[in-house]
């Protein structure tokens, strides 16, 4: 089951659990649309996997499972040199 963390890991940017523009990894890092296609290019910089729109739990589900309140952030934020090194190199 997701977690639906509750913030983009790079800009802290709040993302609730029915946020229509929060991206996943296969791992679940989380991050914001904006910082998600635009600073990291679609890609995670933790596991260099493609980020994908987060699906939205039904209302009746996350009273049930509720989403996850723990935050996780990039002490750095997420600059383009934070990519693993095959990635930085491929987009250079």
Do not use: Q, W
Request: hydrophobic content about 35%; proline content about 12%; glycine content about 8%.
């Amino acid at each position: 089951m997701l977690e639906l963390r509750p913030n983009c890991e790079c800009c802290d940017r709040d993302l609730p659990p029915d946020a229509a523009d929060a991206l996943i990894c296969s791992y679940e890092c989380t991050f914001c649309r904006a910082c998600g296609e635009g600073v990291l290019g679609g890609r995670c910089p933790n596991c260099g996997g493609n980020l994908v729109a987060r699906p939205i739990r039904p209302a009746a589900m996350l009273a049930k499972h509720p989403a996850s309140l723990r935050r996780i952030l990039k002490p750095d934020g997420c600059a383009p040199e934070s990519r693993p090194p095959s990635l930085a190199s491929a987009r250079a």
